[in-house]
Protein backbone atom coordinates (compact mmCIF):
# COMPACT_ATOMS: atom_id res chain seq x y z
CA UNK A 1 0.00 0.00 0.00
CA UNK A 2 1.37 3.46 -0.84
CA UNK A 3 2.22 6.49 1.44
CA UNK A 4 -0.87 8.33 0.36
CA UNK A 5 -3.20 5.20 0.86
CA UNK A 6 -2.23 5.27 4.30
CA UNK A 7 -2.94 9.33 5.18
CA UNK A 8 -5.82 8.96 3.31
CA UNK A 9 -7.28 5.99 5.63
CA UNK A 10 -6.45 7.85 8.75
CA UNK A 11 -7.75 10.80 8.19
CA UNK A 12 -11.09 8.73 7.46
CA UNK A 13 -10.80 7.43 10.48
CA UNK A 14 -10.20 10.56 12.82
CA UNK A 15 -13.10 11.97 11.15
CA UNK A 16 -15.63 8.99 12.22
CA UNK A 17 -14.18 9.79 15.58
CA UNK A 18 -14.78 13.09 15.65
CA UNK A 19 -18.47 12.42 14.33
CA UNK A 20 -19.07 9.85 17.08
CA UNK A 21 -17.50 11.89 20.12
CA UNK A 22 -19.88 14.20 18.91
CA UNK A 23 -23.09 12.74 19.23
CA UNK A 24 -22.81 11.71 21.97
CA UNK A 25 -21.67 14.50 23.98
CA UNK A 26 -25.10 15.95 22.30
CA UNK A 27 -26.94 12.87 24.22
CA UNK A 28 -24.98 13.49 26.88
CA UNK A 29 -25.90 17.32 27.12
CA UNK A 30 -29.88 16.60 26.67
CA UNK A 31 -30.00 13.90 30.08
CA UNK A 32 -27.42 16.31 31.63
CA UNK A 33 -28.45 16.64 35.79
CA UNK A 34 -28.04 20.53 34.45
CA UNK A 35 -31.11 20.32 32.41
CA UNK A 36 -34.08 18.29 34.13
CA UNK A 37 -37.69 17.72 32.60
CA UNK A 38 -39.59 19.58 34.40
CA UNK A 39 -41.39 17.93 37.43
CA UNK A 40 -44.16 18.71 40.07
CA UNK A 41 -43.65 20.84 43.25
CA UNK A 42 -43.80 19.25 46.16
CA UNK A 43 -46.60 20.33 48.83
CA UNK A 44 -48.20 19.14 51.85
CA UNK A 45 -52.19 19.05 51.77
CA UNK A 46 -54.77 18.67 55.06
CA UNK A 47 -58.76 18.27 54.57
CA UNK A 48 -60.81 20.96 55.60
CA UNK A 49 -62.28 20.17 58.85
CA UNK A 50 -65.25 21.22 60.71
CA UNK A 51 -65.83 22.60 64.42
CA UNK A 52 -69.17 21.64 66.34
CA UNK A 53 -70.42 25.59 67.26
CA UNK A 54 -71.26 24.28 70.80
CA UNK A 55 -72.30 27.82 72.57
CA UNK A 56 -75.28 28.05 74.36
CA UNK A 57 -76.92 30.70 74.80
CA UNK A 58 -79.35 31.59 77.14
CA UNK A 59 -81.82 34.67 77.85
CA UNK A 60 -85.21 35.91 79.48
CA UNK A 61 -88.45 35.52 77.55
CA UNK A 62 -90.39 38.78 76.68
CA UNK A 63 -93.38 40.21 75.94
CA UNK A 64 -93.39 41.10 71.84
CA UNK A 65 -96.78 42.84 71.87
CA UNK A 66 -98.02 44.86 75.02
CA UNK A 67 -100.41 47.51 75.26
CA UNK A 68 -101.22 50.10 78.16
CA UNK A 69 -105.24 50.89 78.33
CA UNK A 70 -106.22 54.64 79.55
CA UNK A 71 -108.68 57.23 78.47
CA UNK A 72 -108.47 60.51 76.70
CA UNK A 73 -110.93 62.12 78.64
CA UNK A 74 -111.60 62.65 82.59
CA UNK A 75 -114.38 60.53 83.81
CA UNK A 76 -116.79 58.24 86.24
CA UNK A 77 -116.08 54.66 85.44
CA UNK A 78 -119.83 52.87 84.68
CA UNK A 79 -118.35 49.33 83.63
CA UNK A 80 -115.57 47.52 83.77
CA UNK A 81 -115.73 44.36 81.78
CA UNK A 82 -112.67 42.48 82.19
CA UNK A 83 -110.49 40.49 85.12
CA UNK A 84 -107.00 39.76 84.94
CA UNK A 85 -106.91 36.89 83.25
CA UNK A 86 -109.59 37.77 80.64
CA UNK A 87 -108.92 36.44 76.95
CA UNK A 88 -110.47 39.52 74.58
CA UNK A 89 -109.99 40.66 71.11
CA UNK A 90 -109.27 43.62 69.19
CA UNK A 91 -111.72 46.11 68.99
CA UNK A 92 -113.99 44.36 72.33
CA UNK A 93 -115.36 46.73 74.37
CA UNK A 94 -113.45 47.34 77.89
CA UNK A 95 -113.74 49.97 79.93
CA UNK A 96 -117.36 52.15 79.29
CA UNK A 97 -117.35 55.66 81.13
CA UNK A 98 -120.24 57.78 82.04
CA UNK A 99 -121.14 59.53 79.15
CA UNK A 100 -124.67 61.06 80.21
CA UNK A 101 -123.62 64.98 79.82
CA UNK A 102 -121.58 64.17 76.39
CA UNK A 103 -124.82 62.79 75.41
CA UNK A 104 -126.73 66.06 76.26
CA UNK A 105 -124.13 67.54 74.61
CA UNK A 106 -124.15 65.82 71.57
CA UNK A 107 -128.16 66.51 71.14
CA UNK A 108 -127.40 70.31 71.96
CA UNK A 109 -124.84 70.87 69.58
CA UNK A 110 -126.53 69.15 66.84
CA UNK A 111 -129.84 71.50 67.04
CA UNK A 112 -127.24 74.49 67.43
CA UNK A 113 -126.21 73.04 64.39
CA UNK A 114 -129.33 72.65 62.49
CA UNK A 115 -130.99 75.81 63.47
CA UNK A 116 -127.39 77.29 62.54
CA UNK A 117 -127.57 76.09 59.04
CA UNK A 118 -131.51 76.93 58.57
CA UNK A 119 -130.48 80.46 59.62
CA UNK A 120 -128.00 80.80 56.90
CA UNK A 121 -130.15 79.17 54.09
CA UNK A 122 -133.57 82.06 55.62
CA UNK A 123 -130.67 84.68 55.22
CA UNK A 124 -129.31 83.61 52.11
CA UNK A 125 -132.88 84.21 50.73
CA UNK A 126 -132.95 87.40 51.97
CA UNK A 127 -129.79 88.45 50.48
CA UNK A 128 -131.18 87.29 47.27
CA UNK A 129 -134.20 88.86 47.27
CA UNK A 130 -132.95 92.52 48.56
CA UNK A 131 -130.22 92.14 45.77
CA UNK A 132 -133.03 91.88 43.30
CA UNK A 133 -134.94 95.14 44.73
CA UNK A 134 -131.95 97.06 44.37
CA UNK A 135 -131.07 96.26 41.22
CA UNK A 136 -134.91 97.39 40.34
CA UNK A 137 -135.17 100.09 42.04
CA UNK A 138 -131.57 101.22 40.92
CA UNK A 139 -132.78 101.78 37.39
CA UNK A 140 -136.05 103.55 38.35
CA UNK A 141 -133.86 105.88 40.31
CA UNK A 142 -131.54 106.36 37.09
CA UNK A 143 -134.85 107.10 35.34
CA UNK A 144 -135.78 109.82 37.60
CA UNK A 145 -139.02 107.52 38.59
CA UNK A 146 -138.11 106.78 42.29
CA UNK A 147 -136.41 109.64 44.63
CA UNK A 148 -132.55 109.03 46.27
CA UNK A 149 -133.42 108.83 49.45
CA UNK A 150 -135.74 105.67 48.76
CA UNK A 151 -132.90 103.79 47.12
CA UNK A 152 -130.44 104.28 49.73
CA UNK A 153 -133.16 102.95 52.05
CA UNK A 154 -133.03 100.08 49.84
CA UNK A 155 -129.16 99.78 49.61
CA UNK A 156 -129.51 99.53 53.06
CA UNK A 157 -131.77 96.64 53.41
CA UNK A 158 -129.28 94.71 51.16
CA UNK A 159 -126.08 95.21 52.87
CA UNK A 160 -128.19 94.37 56.34
CA UNK A 161 -129.31 91.23 54.84
CA UNK A 162 -125.41 90.64 53.55
CA UNK A 163 -124.49 91.23 57.22
CA UNK A 164 -126.49 88.81 58.85
CA UNK A 165 -126.05 85.89 55.68
CA UNK A 166 -121.89 86.79 56.69
CA UNK A 167 -122.77 86.43 60.76
CA UNK A 168 -124.93 83.39 60.53
CA UNK A 169 -122.34 81.71 57.86
CA UNK A 170 -119.37 82.13 59.67
CA UNK A 171 -120.63 80.57 62.74
CA UNK A 172 -121.25 77.22 61.05
CA UNK A 173 -117.45 76.31 61.74
CA UNK A 174 -117.53 77.11 65.41
CA UNK A 175 -120.85 75.04 65.63
CA UNK A 176 -120.17 71.90 64.01
CA UNK A 177 -116.43 71.62 66.15
CA UNK A 178 -118.20 72.20 69.09
CA UNK A 179 -120.62 69.20 67.58
CA UNK A 180 -117.74 67.12 67.08
CA UNK A 181 -116.21 67.44 70.10
CA UNK A 182 -119.15 66.24 72.17
CA UNK A 183 -119.37 63.39 69.31
CA UNK A 184 -115.50 62.94 70.14
CA UNK A 185 -116.37 63.00 73.83
CA UNK A 186 -119.03 59.92 73.64
CA UNK A 187 -116.94 57.97 71.77
CA UNK A 188 -113.73 58.07 74.01
CA UNK A 189 -115.96 57.29 76.99
CA UNK A 190 -116.10 53.46 75.69
CA UNK A 191 -112.51 51.93 75.62
CA UNK A 192 -111.73 49.21 73.29
CA UNK A 193 -109.22 46.53 73.15
CA UNK A 194 -106.04 47.71 71.03
CA UNK A 195 -104.87 43.90 70.34
CA UNK A 196 -105.60 40.30 70.70
CA UNK A 197 -104.34 39.70 74.45
CA UNK A 198 -105.08 38.66 77.61
CA UNK A 199 -105.67 41.13 80.40
CA UNK A 200 -102.42 40.70 82.99
CA UNK A 201 -103.01 44.07 84.97
CA UNK A 202 -106.63 45.56 86.15
CA UNK A 203 -106.27 48.62 88.18
CA UNK A 204 -110.02 50.43 87.86
CA UNK A 205 -112.79 49.61 89.44
CA UNK A 206 -116.46 50.50 88.36
CA UNK A 207 -117.23 54.35 90.36
CA UNK A 208 -114.13 55.36 90.13
CA UNK A 209 -112.71 58.24 88.42
CA UNK A 210 -110.72 57.85 85.02
CA UNK A 211 -107.95 60.41 84.26
CA UNK A 212 -106.88 61.29 80.53
CA UNK A 213 -103.07 59.36 80.01
CA UNK A 214 -103.59 56.65 83.25
CA UNK A 215 -102.61 53.42 82.90
CA UNK A 216 -106.15 51.25 83.66
CA UNK A 217 -105.67 48.11 82.04
CA UNK A 218 -102.54 46.09 80.58
CA UNK A 219 -103.01 43.78 77.43
CA UNK A 220 -100.58 41.39 76.29
CA UNK A 221 -100.51 39.14 73.00
CA UNK A 222 -99.06 35.45 74.17
CA UNK A 223 -99.61 34.00 70.83
CA UNK A 224 -95.85 34.41 69.81
CA UNK A 225 -93.39 36.06 72.86
CA UNK A 226 -89.53 36.90 72.10
CA UNK A 227 -86.43 35.28 73.81
CA UNK A 228 -83.15 37.89 74.28
CA UNK A 229 -79.98 36.61 73.91
CA UNK A 230 -76.24 38.31 73.89
CA UNK A 231 -74.48 37.18 71.26
CA UNK A 232 -70.42 37.01 72.06
CA UNK A 233 -68.64 39.32 69.21
CA UNK A 234 -66.86 36.16 67.66
CA UNK A 235 -70.13 33.94 67.13
CA UNK A 236 -72.65 36.61 66.00
CA UNK A 237 -71.43 36.50 62.74
CA UNK A 238 -72.87 33.17 62.44
CA UNK A 239 -76.52 34.06 63.40
CA UNK A 240 -78.62 35.41 60.45
CA UNK A 241 -82.47 36.90 60.62
CA UNK A 242 -84.81 34.20 59.89
CA UNK A 243 -82.71 31.16 60.60
CA UNK A 244 -84.71 28.36 62.10
CA UNK A 245 -83.83 27.75 65.79
CA UNK A 246 -84.87 25.24 68.48
CA UNK A 247 -85.14 26.95 72.03
CA UNK A 248 -85.70 24.86 75.46
CA UNK A 249 -86.78 25.89 78.85
CA UNK A 250 -85.87 24.31 82.31
CA UNK A 251 -88.70 22.10 83.48
CA UNK A 252 -90.69 22.19 80.23
CA UNK A 253 -90.28 18.92 78.37
CA UNK A 254 -90.70 19.57 74.86
CA UNK A 255 -88.61 21.81 72.29
CA UNK A 256 -90.35 25.41 71.12
CA UNK A 257 -89.78 26.26 67.53
CA UNK A 258 -87.94 29.92 66.97
CA UNK A 259 -86.71 32.17 64.53
CA UNK A 260 -84.01 34.45 64.78
CA UNK A 261 -85.77 38.23 64.34
CA UNK A 262 -83.18 40.64 65.54
CA UNK A 263 -79.61 41.13 65.50
CA UNK A 264 -79.05 44.23 67.40
CA UNK A 265 -76.06 46.57 65.15
CA UNK A 266 -74.41 47.59 68.20
CA UNK A 267 -73.26 46.08 71.10
CA UNK A 268 -74.03 46.41 75.21
CA UNK A 269 -71.42 48.96 76.15
CA UNK A 270 -71.86 46.91 79.59
CA UNK A 271 -70.08 43.60 77.83
CA UNK A 272 -69.57 44.15 74.39
CA UNK A 273 -72.50 41.09 73.35
CA UNK A 274 -74.59 41.85 70.49
CA UNK A 275 -78.61 41.62 71.82
CA UNK A 276 -80.22 39.17 69.21
CA UNK A 277 -84.03 38.31 69.31
CA UNK A 278 -85.89 35.11 68.80
CA UNK A 279 -88.97 34.88 68.09
CA UNK A 280 -90.98 31.94 69.57
CA UNK A 281 -94.71 30.34 68.65
CA UNK A 282 -96.25 29.96 72.15
CA UNK A 283 -99.87 29.03 70.85
CA UNK A 284 -99.42 26.61 73.19
CA UNK A 285 -99.69 28.71 76.01
CA UNK A 286 -96.59 27.32 77.93
CA UNK A 287 -94.02 30.19 77.79
CA UNK A 288 -94.56 32.79 80.04
CA UNK A 289 -92.91 36.43 80.14
CA UNK A 290 -89.52 36.09 82.47
CA UNK A 291 -88.81 32.16 82.35
CA UNK A 292 -85.13 31.39 81.27
CA UNK A 293 -84.83 30.21 78.11
CA UNK A 294 -81.98 28.77 75.67
CA UNK A 295 -80.85 27.99 72.08
CA UNK A 296 -77.53 26.32 70.55
CA UNK A 297 -75.93 27.64 68.01
CA UNK A 298 -75.58 23.71 66.68
CA UNK A 299 -79.45 24.20 65.91
CA UNK A 300 -78.88 27.53 64.02
CA UNK A 301 -75.81 26.39 61.71
CA UNK A 302 -74.75 22.94 62.44
CA UNK A 303 -71.26 22.33 62.17
CA UNK A 304 -68.91 25.32 60.72
CA UNK A 305 -65.39 24.79 58.43
CA UNK A 306 -62.48 26.29 59.55
CA UNK A 307 -59.03 26.55 57.68
CA UNK A 308 -55.39 26.90 59.58
CA UNK A 309 -54.04 30.87 58.84
CA UNK A 310 -50.62 29.33 57.22
CA UNK A 311 -52.97 28.06 54.50
CA UNK A 312 -54.53 31.60 53.81
CA UNK A 313 -52.97 33.43 50.83
CA UNK A 314 -53.62 37.85 50.66
CA UNK A 315 -53.73 39.19 48.02
CA UNK A 316 -55.17 42.64 46.93
CA UNK A 317 -56.65 42.69 50.24
CA UNK A 318 -58.64 39.55 49.17
CA UNK A 319 -58.37 35.67 50.57
CA UNK A 320 -57.37 33.16 48.75
CA UNK A 321 -56.32 29.14 49.33
CA UNK A 322 -54.81 26.66 46.87
CA UNK A 323 -57.36 23.89 46.67
CA UNK A 324 -55.95 20.19 45.09
CA UNK A 325 -57.61 19.76 41.74
CA UNK A 326 -56.30 15.87 41.21
CA UNK A 327 -52.78 16.81 40.98
CA UNK A 328 -53.13 21.29 40.42
CA UNK A 329 -53.27 23.19 42.64
CA UNK A 330 -56.25 25.81 41.92
CA UNK A 331 -55.90 29.31 43.39
CA UNK A 332 -59.54 30.05 45.02
CA UNK A 333 -61.09 32.58 46.93
CA UNK A 334 -62.75 32.62 50.36
CA UNK A 335 -64.45 34.52 52.68
CA UNK A 336 -63.42 34.13 56.62
CA UNK A 337 -63.92 35.57 59.83
CA UNK A 338 -61.17 35.07 62.57
CA UNK A 339 -61.81 31.95 64.43
CA UNK A 340 -58.53 33.04 66.72
CA UNK A 341 -54.82 33.56 66.52
CA UNK A 342 -54.43 30.46 64.27
CA UNK A 343 -57.49 29.48 62.76
CA UNK A 344 -60.42 31.21 60.65
CA UNK A 345 -63.88 30.38 60.07
CA UNK A 346 -64.73 29.68 56.58
CA UNK A 347 -67.97 31.33 55.16
CA UNK A 348 -67.76 30.19 51.64
CA UNK A 349 -65.25 28.83 48.94
CA UNK A 350 -64.35 25.41 49.83
CA UNK A 351 -66.11 23.11 52.08
CA UNK A 352 -65.08 19.88 54.37
CA UNK A 353 -63.16 17.04 52.51
CA UNK A 354 -61.97 19.47 50.18
CA UNK A 355 -57.85 19.20 50.11
CA UNK A 356 -56.04 22.86 50.43
CA UNK A 357 -52.20 23.21 50.59
CA UNK A 358 -50.82 24.12 54.14
CA UNK A 359 -47.81 26.56 54.22
CA UNK A 360 -48.04 27.07 50.29
CA UNK A 361 -44.92 28.85 49.16
CA UNK A 362 -44.02 31.69 46.50
CA UNK A 363 -43.10 28.78 44.31
CA UNK A 364 -46.56 27.66 44.06
CA UNK A 365 -49.41 29.45 41.33
CA UNK A 366 -52.92 28.93 39.77
CA UNK A 367 -52.81 25.50 37.84
CA UNK A 368 -49.24 24.04 38.51
CA UNK A 369 -48.78 20.80 39.20
CA UNK A 370 -47.92 19.10 42.60
CA UNK A 371 -46.67 16.05 44.61
CA UNK A 372 -48.60 15.47 47.34
CA UNK A 373 -45.88 14.59 50.29
Same mark, same amino acid.
Given at each position: ?????? !??? =? $?????????? +???????? /? *??????????????????????????????????????????????????????????????????????????????????????????????????????????? !??? =? $?????????? +???????? /? *??????????????????????????????????????????????????????????????????????????????????????????????????????????????????????????????????????????????????????????????????????????????????????????????????????????????????????
Amino acid at each position: MSKGMI !NRL =L $AITLLSSTLA +LTVTGCAA /K *TASPGNPAPSAIPVKVMKVGSTTNDANLSGKIIVDQQAKVFSKVAGKVDAVNVKEGSLVKKGDLLIQLDSFDNANKVIQTQSSLETLKQTVVQTKIAVDYAQTNYER !NKA =L $AEAGALPQSD +LDAIHTQL /K *TAEAAYEQANAGLPGAQASLDLAQSAVQDASIYSPLDGIITEKLINPGEMASPGVSMLTVVNMQEVLLQVSVPQDKVFQVKPGTPVEVFVDGIDQKFKGTIDFISPVSDSTNNTFPVKVRIDNSSGLLRVGMIARISLDSMNGKISELPKSSIVEQDQKYYVYKIDKDVARLVQVEVKEKNSNWDYVINGVANDDEIVINPGSQLTDGVKVQIN
